[in-house]
């Protein structure tokens, strides 16, 4: 059984910056390909980023892309979320999900979630 596990959400100020970590259970992280989504009040959830499971291949959605960076850690079999110049409109529970194979930016190609994490940023 893999489980996913966020942490690192919070309050922040507009223009800002968080980490977001996410540690996952099991002896084949690297694996996985990995992938952060949010979901704002009111709104269906997008993606945000994913990472290869060997960590070389990123993708981005436009609206993050050079803000946030995802990287991973496979010794520590952990993904993180590097949120920077954060605005309002990123406001959101982060969700960190795992699938086996090549990464994708569909959400319902994913097989583990994580229970979220909330990020607030004020005006």
């Known amino acids: 059984q893999v489980q996913l596990v966020e942490s690192g959400g919070g309050l922040v100020q507009t223009g800002g910056s968080l980490r977001l970590s996410c540690a996952v259970s099991g002896r084949t992280f690297s694996s996985y390909a990995m992938g952060w989504f949010r979901q704002a009040p009111g709104k269906e959830r997008e993606f945000v980023a994913t990472v290869s499971g060997n960590g070389r291949s990123t993708l981005y959605a436009d609206s993050v892309k050079g803000r946030f960076a995802i990287t991973r850690d496979n010794a520590k079999n952990t993904v993180y979320l590097q949120m920077n110049t954060l605005k309002p409109e990123d406001t959101a529970i982060y969700y960190c999900?795992?699938?086996?194979?090549?990464?994708?930016?569909?959400?319902?190609?994913?097989?583990?979630w994580g229970q979220g994490t909330q990020v607030s940023v004020s005006s």
């Open positions: 999900a795992g699938k086996l194979g090549s990464w994708s930016v569909a959400g319902s190609r994913y097989d583990y």
